[in-house]
């Protein structure tokens, strides 16, 4: 754990934070049916972010020396994770109508604050752990 650096899991915070802030503000533009996807900086920075998150996760893994796979809560971190770029993806650009796309990003947003609350916990029950 020497290793571990507060830099690392700064970067994370704030790359998680602005990602579900630019997730949020996407969604709410989709809605208004404003067209996005044809300004660069919202079609580039978002994915440039969540490289940065999944690279600041990968450090920070190997400096407290726990997996996904070995550690119970980093591999439901992992699988929520991929559960919400999947609902994601429906509230963004996959849902055929504005209700699906609100289901979708409603379901993101539990994702996302399941993901949180693992993360906080260190438990693969998240917020479920102090029932």
Not at 4 to 27: G, K, N, Q
Not at 51 to 76: C, D, E, I, K, R
Not at 85 to 93: D, Q, S
């Amino acid at each position: 754990m020497s290793s571990y650096t507060p830099e690392f899991r700064a970067l994370h915070i704030a790359c998680a934070v602005a990602s579900i802030a630019l997730f949020v503000l996407r969604h709410v533009l989709t809605l208004y049916r404003v067209n996005w996807s044809s300004w660069r900086v919202l079609r580039i920075l978002p994915h440039a972010i969540d490289t940065v998150l999944l690279l600041s996760a990968v450090a920070l893994m190997f400096a407290v020396h726990q997996y996904p796979f070995v550690n119970g809560w980093l591999t439901v971190k992992l699988l929520a994770l991929v559960l919400y770029v999947v609902v994601g993806t429906i509230a963004l650009k996959r849902g055929r109508t504005q209700g699906v796309r609100r289901v979708a990003f409603f379901g993101a947003a539990v994702v996302f604050a399941f993901i949180y609350t693992v993360a906080r916990t260190h438990s693969p029950w998240g917020i479920f752990s102090q029932l």
